[in-house]
C-alpha cells in the first residue's frame, strides 16, 4: 500500500445458513466480490452475531431450525435494528416472500439461484443503505406536506418525529417524492429503485408501497394510478 494511501475495511455479510454446502457456496461467491463474511447456522446465532458485529448485511434463511427467518427479521425490526436484510429461501411461497416484506426486508431470493444473483442483489442492496444515487446528494430535503425526506442522512420524519425506514422503502419513497405528480409504472421503478427489474416481481413494489403507506398514516404522499403504478401526490392533490 503507498504511504499515506488509507486501506478500505471490506464490508461484512452476515451468512445466516444452515446448510453448509450453500453457506460456503455464498462465501465463496461473497469474498471474491470482495466482502468479509460471517456464518451462522440458526436464528438464536443470528441475532448475537448482528448485535456484536454489525454487518453490512444480512443474507437470511427463511428455513432456520428453531427460530426461522422470519422471527428474526421481526426480532431485529421491533428492536429498532434496521440493518438491510435480504432472505434467502427453499420455499417458493409467494405468502413467506410478502410476510418478510412487510416485516421490513429489502429483498429475496429464491432457491435454486445463481450466487452471481445474490452477490448482486447484496451490492444493490448495499448500494440503497449507503444513498449512492446521484439526487440524493443533489437535494438536501423533499417534503411533502407533514412529510420530510432527508437523503443526506437517510432519515424521514413526519411533523418532526422520525419514522424508520428500510433502505428500500426509503429510496422508493424519496425516488417519488424527488417528482411529484409523474406517474411511475412497477417495472420503471424495479429499475430505478431495486436496480433491476428482471430479478424482483411486481408484487415486491406493491408491498413496499404498502409498508410506506403505512408508515406514514394518516398522512398521504402516495396516490396509486390504476392500471398503471404509482406518483407522489402533488402540493394541489394534498389540500383539501
Known amino acids: 500500500m503507498r504511504p499515506g494511501a488509507v486501506q478500505t475495511v471490506p464490508r461484512l455479510v452476515l451468512v445466516v445458513e444452515d446448510d453448509p454446502v450453500i453457506a460456503d457456496l455464498l462465501v465463496l461467491h461473497l469474498e471474491h466480490a470482495g466482502y468479509r463474511t460471517r456464518v451462522e447456522r440458526d436464528g438464536e446465532a443470528a441475532l448475537a452475531a448482528v448485535a456484536r458485529h454489525t454487518p453490512a448485511v444480512v443474507l437470511l434463511d427463511i428455513g432456520l ?7 428474526v427479521c421481526r426480532a431485529m425490526r421491533a428492536a429498532g435494528d434496521w440493518t438491510p436484510v435480504l432472505f434467502v429461501t427453499a420455499r417458493d411461497d409467494h405468502v413467506d416472500r410478502v410476510v418478510g416484506l412487510e416485516l421490513g ?6 432457491k435454486p439461484f445463481s450466487p452471481r ?4 442483489r447484496v451490492a444493490a442492496v448495499l448500494r440503497r443503505a449507503d444513498g449512492a444515487r446521484e439526487h440524493s446528494a443533489a437535494i438536501e430535503v423533499v417534503r411533502s406536506g407533514a412529510v420530510e425526506c ?29 417528482t411529484p405528480g409523474r406517474v411511475f409504472s412497477r417495472s420503471q421503478l424495479l429499475r430505478n429503485v431495486w436496480g433491476q427489474d428482471n430479478l424482483a416481481g411486481e408484487r415486491t413494489v406493491d408491498v413496499h408501497v404498502a409498508q410506506v403507506r403505512a408508515k406514514l398514516a394518516p398522512h398521504e404522499v402516495i396516490r396509486t394510478v390504476r392500471g398503471v403504478g404509482y406518483a407522489a401526490l402533488t402540493e394541489r392533490e394534498r389540500r383539501p
Open 150 to 178: 432527508l437523503p443526506m442522512e437517510r432519515r424521514v420524519l413526519v411533523q418532526g418525529v422520525e419514522v424508520p425506514f428500510t433502505a428500500t422503502e426509503f429510496e422508493l419513497l424519496h425516488f417519488l417524492l424527488c
Open 117 to 120: 444473483e445474490v452477490t448482486a
Open 105 to 110: 426486508a429489502d429483498d429475496y431470493v429464491t
Open 65 to 71: 431450525p428453531g427460530r426461522d427467518g422470519i422471527e
